[in-house]
């Protein structure tokens, strides 16, 4: 390549950065005047007209009936076109996928779920059966296809994120499966994925309960026991992306025996079968909401479990605390949405075991976006995929 070709490529590539800052300035201060993301870029006046234009051709961003306040001319504010670009955003658990279409505006217009347990289907037909989902919501919303950035999906287990691989996924008996792969070739979409936690508290981080917090902790308590840290903003992941594995975190090393191979792990004092398992030698229940309907019903059997629970939890949460002092720990999953009543409890064990240095500047709340927050996370992984606008 000759030095007149270095040049062009390069003056390109900060064309297209330009633009993507000019964007992404828009998506994030909307509605927003011309003037004001030429402050921001520290961006010409004459660029960011030019660069507005080419953004408005096409279709992704629009004037709006806003104007800005103050002495002088008044300017009309832009802001995003939420037709301009769409996202998809999977959520595979257990014995079911989730699925959501996301719009410019970071808004779900659409939401479908269908019944698959993973374990027990080839991963190429839970590819396959995402993929059909997905173009028949496309259909539904008469969204084309090349307004699609992407799609994002947060999948339980330990995940290469850069490769796109699934290493390990108990939850789907899934071992070195390259979904990103799978999902592109049968959908014909760029696809991102990740550690359903690390998606889920990506979700609450820029929509939901800790909106901009930058140190935040999320515990998720169901059918197993898991956490995600976000540290300055960013996702914390580990050596191996494995960072928040909670569940095997000893609580007491003579305790109960753990599918690890381990005695009193976390988990075996705290998920759910642990709570049935407990229950049961009290009173033949045959599932978890019997236990919580016992509690609400003020049976001194059921009350012990749950306030053993929360102790439990409050000594993890202070353990958690102490490690990277987070301004807020977010209880998500299924024991604090099927039983709100938890989170009050944990609240009061939080207030007698958290260290005092601590205790007055946490805050520990429920999930605001609850089962939708894996979803809108991954549909904004997915948004980043659309590198050229």
């Known amino acids: 390549m000759d030095i007149k070709q270095m040049v062009k490529q390069d003056q390109e590539v900060i064309k297209l950065h330009n633009k993507q800052l000019v964007l992404e300035v828009i998506r994030k ?26 953004l408005s051709g096409e279709g992704l961003v629009k004037e709006t009936s806003l104007t800005s306040t103050g002495v002088g001319r008044k300017a009309i504010k832009l802001d995003i076109e939420p037709g301009g670009r769409y996202s998809i ?43 059909q989902t997905v173009r028949q919501c ?39 499966i390259p979904l990103s792969a799978m999902l592109f070739e049968a959908t014909g979409f760029n696809t991102v994925i990740d550690n359903d936690l690390k998606v889920k508290i990506l979700g609450e981080y820029l929509f939901g309960s800790t909106k901009g917090l930058d140190k935040t902790v999320l515990i998720n308590v169901g059918t197993g026991i898991g956490a995600s840290l976000i540290i300055n903003g960013e996702i914390f992941r580990g050596g191996s992306n494995s960072a928040g594995e909670l569940g095997h975190t000893t609580l007491d090393p003579n305790g109960n025996l753990c599918s690890c191979g381990k005695r009193g792990c976390l988990q075996t004092y705290i998920e759910e079968s642990a709570l049935l398992a407990e229950a049961r030698r009290i009173k033949p229940i045959e599932d978890i909401m019997q236990l919580f309907e016992a509690a609400r ?47 009050e409890l944990i609240q009061e064990q939080c207030r007698t075991v958290i260290w005092e240095q601590f205790r007055d500047s946490l805050k520990v709340i429920a999930s605001e976006l609850a089962g939708q927050a894996i979803v809108m996370g991954a549909g904004a992984l997915a948004l980043q995929l659309d590198k050229q606008p």
């Open 297 to 343: 019903a003020q049976e001194t059997w059921a009350m012990e479990i749950m306030h053993r629970t929360s102790l439990y939890i409050g000594i993890t949460i202070n353990n958690i605390v102490c490690l990277y002092n987070p301004d807020t720990v977010i209880i998500s999953g299924d024991l604090v949405e099927n039983y709100g009543e938890i989170l």
């Open 29 to 54: 201060h909307r509605p927003i005047s011309r003037a004001e993301i030429s402050k921001a870029t520290k961006m010409s006046a004459t660029s960011i007209g030019r660069i507005v234009n080419e």
């Open 89 to 131: 955003g999977v959520d595979i658990q257990k014995k079911r996928i989730l699925i959501g279409v996301m719009d410019f505006s970071e808004k779900l217009v659409l939401k479908e779920q269908v019944v698959h347990t993973a374990e027990e289907a080839a991963p190429e037909a839970t590819a396959a059966l995402i993929a």
């Open 138 to 176: 496309l259909e539904d919303r008469g969204i084309e296809r090349s307004k699609v950035a992407g799609i994002g999906v947060g999948t339980p287990g330990v995940i290469d994120h850069a490769g796109g691989i699934v290493l390990l996924s108990a939850t789907l008996g899934w071992r070195n």
